[in-house]
């Protein structure tokens, strides 16, 4: 089982819908949680983190995470042609002594005119 | 604005030939890290330094290196490159390691074995 899962894609949304992206982990112990936008040929960039169960909303994203479940998404709603880009999910837990990040290996979303 | 700098965008090296890969970072941050990115695949990590204290994962290959002389830089050698570590080479830094400090990227290396 991978420690970070989240399904590749591409996911394909019509512009102004709301784009669902999931990420499970399997490390129990997982403090923090982050959410990164990756452009092609480009580095991530940090859109959102979350640290308690619940919803957290920033303009147009919104996390949640559900540790019971160990499951953790991002919600982008009026989603536009520039939101298209790969999303990587990160974890940290308390591996290497807390200072690592996990990351899946990203969930591409399409948004399409 | 305060940043994380890697130089260069783009390096192309020759088979076996080595190459150095360098970061700054003017966020003053205790924590420095490397990964490895391929393409579709997540950004793995290399190693990272808390302050002077140097973390290597286990399976980075010992082909890879790093130096940080100071608070602000930090390099990536690689000593003798194979094809297989054609990648883009990611620099993040953090406040610190622990609680909720996230990672910082800068805009990454794309490195090319002839």
């Known amino acids: 089982q991978k420690e970070v899962e989240q399904n590749s894609g591409p996911l394909s949304v019509p512009e102004g819908a709301i784009a669902s992206l999931n990420c499970t982990y399997s490390d129990r112990g997982s403090q923090s949680f982050f959410w990164y936008r990756q452009y092609s040929g480009k580095s991530p960039e940090l859109i959102m983190s979350i640290y308690s169960n619940g919803d957290k909303e920033d303009g147009r994203f919104t996390a949640q995470l559900n540790k019971a479940s160990q499951y953790v998404s991002l919600l982008i709603r009026d989603s536009q042609p520039s939101d298209s880009a790969t999303y990587l999910c990160a974890v940290k837990g308390l591996t290497g002594g807390g200072n690592k990040l996990t990351f899946g290996t990203g969930t591409q979303l399409k948004v399409e005119l | 604005d305060a940043m994380v700098i890697q130089n260069p965008r783009y390096q192309v090296t020759q088979f076996g030939k080595p190459v150095t890969l360098s970061c700054s970072q003017t966020l003053n941050h205790n924590v420095m890290y490397w990964y490895q990115q391929k393409s579709s695949q997540a950004p793995k990590l290399l190693f990272h330094y808390y302050d002077k204290d140097f973390n290597n994962e286990a399976d980075t290959p010992d082909n890879f290196q790093s130096r940080r002389p100071n608070t602000s830089f930090c390099f990536l050698d690689i000593r003798s490159p194979g094809l297989g570590d054609a990648a883009m080479y990611l620099c993040?830094?953090?406040?610190?390691?622990?609680?909720?400090?996230?990672?910082?990227f800068g805009d990454g290396t794309r490195l090319s074995i002839l």
């Open positions: 993040a830094t953090s406040r610190s390691g622990w609680g909720n400090q996230p990672q910082h």
